[in-house]
């Protein structure tokens, strides 16, 4: 992997569609919970967990795979469902630029690798070095084929990313960019470029 691949700037499959959900009231802004405890979309993947199977299906429609990494009782997996994914904006550059696929990281689903084995999600979450909630994973569309996560990663989000930075991520994976620059550059280079038409930037919004 490339150090612009490894690099991570510092900054603070999907339940059955017949699961039970509960949503308050749009006033509370509160996402949709699973049966299972976990925050959902109903845009997020329905998928027999098998990676390579999943990425070839984004790389048939044109789309790159974000796996997402979340966790019962995850704050900042709230946050990321409460304020990112009520974005216009990102929301709609996931629809048509991504396959968004949703692990549990204590999970005990049964998940195929890349490299074929099989283990369930709470162990492939160790195996890919998945630590804390939420974590994002992209792949780019273009590593269909892949082998191995370590062949497959382009970028990776550890932690709660604010709009800004979550956007330049997905952006980042699935432009290309991140064969040749770090994530730093591009972000700067992003700001620059709003501010240059007039528009207000504020990175950490």
Not at 6 to 16: D, F, G
Not at 96 to 123: A, C, I, M, P
Request: aromatic share 12%.
């Amino acid at each position: 992997m490339t150090i612009a691949r490894r690099t991570l700037l510092a900054v603070a499959a999907t339940a059955p569609m017949l699961a039970t959900r509960t949503r308050a009231s749009d006033d509370d802004h509160e996402p949709a919970v699973d049966d299972d405890g976990l925050y959902t979309q109903d845009w997020f993947h329905t998928s027999f967990l098998d990676m390579s199977e999943d990425l070839a299906e984004a790389a048939s429609q044109g789309k790159h795979l974000m796996i997402l990494w979340e966790q019962r009782g995850c704050p900042y997996c709230r946050e990321l469902h409460r304020i990112n994914f009520r974005r216009d904006d990102i929301v709609s550059y996931l629809k048509k630029h991504y396959v968004v696929l949703q692990l549990n990281l204590w999970g005990d689903r049964e998940v195929t690798d890349f490299d074929g084995e099989v283990l369930s999600e709470k162990q492939i979450a160790k195996k890919w070095h998945v630590n804390f909630t939420p974590t994002v994973i992209l792949i780019n569309g273009r590593d269909a084929g892949a082998k191995s996560m370590r062949e497959a990663e382009a970028f990776r989000m550890p932690g709660y990313f604010k709009p800004f930075h979550f956007l330049a991520g997905l952006e980042f994976a699935a432009g290309n960019t991140y064969r040749d620059q770090h994530f730093q550059r591009f972000v700067q280079e992003k700001a620059d470029h709003l501010r240059d038409q007039g528009q207000p930037v504020t990175l950490w919004d």
